[in-house]
């Protein structure tokens, strides 16, 4: 993995990190590994695909700003060659907001920072994460963008709350939500821990989410 850190000072402002030969598992039976996605270059025609792991600079419940450096990292992923860029759990607010969750002030910055990513249309597959209402209870969720549109939203299926974790206090697990639909910024979109991606406007199964939002967003959400 190739690691591209700009420093601020002693302060690392920002962080991504690029790898270069992620093999796609095929996590849908009897479908073609080249099918899983469709090759941008020539790296990955032989089924590997470019991931880019990226963490922004936050700054705490300033979602407009946090939007800004989310698309800065998204653009030099695309221009690196990546497919998929994913960035952290509540990348958009900032995990560490406390009670400010508990403010609609707070979940309508965040609906309007992504509105503000999905304004600028990008060649890749970009996986933020932010808070969602839902039926009454509170989501942390990963939100699943690509050109422009919103591909999917998953929960976090469970939520820690032990040491130093207690994200109970505002969020609900989502790993019983199936077959669900909200509306946001303007779209009618599939929400829950059920979903299979098809980005790109092509046949292009991205069981790779399956893997990437395990490992960042609680270890069980499934695509």
Request: charged content about 20%.
């Amino acid at each position: 993995m190739r690691k591209f850190c700009a420093k601020r000072g002693n302060e690392s402002a920002a962080y991504l990190g690029v790898c270069e030969h992620f093999v796609i598992r095929r996590a849908v039976q009897n479908l073609p590994i080249r099918t899983i996605f469709k090759p941008r270059d020539m790296n990955n025609r032989f089924g590997f695909v470019k991931v880019a792991a990226a963490t922004p600079l936050v700054k705490i419940a300033d979602c407009h700003a946090n939007a800004e450096a989310i698309d800065k990292l998204t653009a030099e992923a695309v221009e690196r060659g990546a497919s998929v860029v994913v960035f952290p759990e509540l990348s958009l607010t900032g995990y560490t907001c406390g009670d400010l969750f508990l403010q609609s002030r707070l979940l309508e910055a965040g609906d309007e920072a992504l509105a503000q990513l999905l304004a600028t249309p990008r060649p890749i597959v970009s996986i933020v994460g932010m808070p969602i209402y839902y039926k009454n209870n509170l989501y942390n969720c990963a939100v699943v963008i690509a050109n422009g549109k919103i591909c999917g939203i998953v929960p976090k299926s469970y939520i820690p709350n032990y040491s130093e974790f207690y994200e109970s206090r505002w969020f609900t697990e989502g790993r019983d939500i199936r077959n669900a639909e909200i509306t946001i910024c303007g779209q009618r979109v599939r929400f829950g821990t059920d979903l299979i991606f098809n980005v790109h406007g092509e046949d292009a199964v991205c069981s790779v989410f399956a893997q990437l939002l395990r490992s960042e967003y609680g270890h069980e959400a499934s695509a």
